[in-house]
């Protein structure tokens, strides 16, 4: 396995799209839709927000312990129920930051490409874009970006909608995998359109209402004449 670093790397993202996608609740993707991408912000924007409740809880800590060194009972006591608030929202921000992380993704699947937003007990959202629908998918970054190795993507259709991917790693892998996807959403969509064509044209020239060009024209069933010929009634008994 040392010795195929590419295939190393393929094994480790399959088993992470399985770990994903066994741990979301996909019910809107088809039984017969493939998902092929789950992707969340870059990692450094995460360890920003854990950042943030780290920094809380750390001035909690150093504002108790501040209070403690001045030896004053009152004032330990008032500090200690402070220090623990701020504690306790440190944690929480750090712990509503990974879930708001987690929570905000982007899937990508052989026929759509879909923007999921979950606000915990707010709303749940989804934005989509069919690929045979697909116009453009332009990436944008900034300094930090290039360093970082993330990017915005910007994902356009035929009807001016637009979603964005935004701060993903690996943006360029992603861009090409959209852009294939694509073009293997819209042969598959002009087969079927082909295929119905075929079939609605394969109706009608079999229907009886519509005979086959060139095909000879029903004849009417010939009528027997007696050998005196045909008479009229009431001609019995006339003269000639």
């Keep these: 396995m040392q010795q195929e670093p590419a295939l190393k790397t393929s094994l480790q993202e399959a088993h992470t799209l399985y770990r994903r996608l066994h741990g979301k609740h996909f019910r809107w993707v088809d039984p017969e839709e493939n998902v092929q991408v789950i992707l969340h912000e870059h990692p450094f924007y995460l360890i920003v927000g854990l950042g943030q ?25 008032i500090s200690s129920l402070i220090g623990s608030v701020v504690i306790a929202v440190g944690f929480l921000w750090g712990l509503w930051q990974y879930i708001d992380w987690d929570n905000d993704y982007y899937v990508v699947t052989d026929r759509r490409i879909a923007w999921i937003e979950q606000i915990i007990i707010l709303y749940d959202s989804r934005n989509e874009i069919l690929l045979s629908e697909l116009r453009s998918v332009e990436p944008e970054t900034d300094f930090l970006g290039r360093i970082l190795g993330y990017a915005n993507l910007y994902i356009k259709d035929n009807f001016q909608r637009v979603i964005i991917f935004k701060n993903i790693g690996n943006h360029l892998r992603i861009k090409k995998a959209i852009e294939a996807l694509a073009v293997e959403a819209k042969v598959k969509l002009l087969q079927q359109d082909r295929s119905a064509i075929d079939r609605k044209m394969l109706s009608w020239i079999t229907s009886p209402s519509h005979p086959l060009p060139g095909a000879p024209a029903a004849q009417p069933a010939p009528v027997d004449i007696p050998a005196g010929g045909l008479r009229l009634p009431g001609a019995e008994g006339r003269g000639t």
Excluded: D, R
């Design 53 to 77: 409740g780290a920094i809380i809880i750390l001035g909690g800590l150093l504002f108790h312990l501040f209070v403690a060194s001045t030896n004053s009972i009152g004032l330990t006591t």
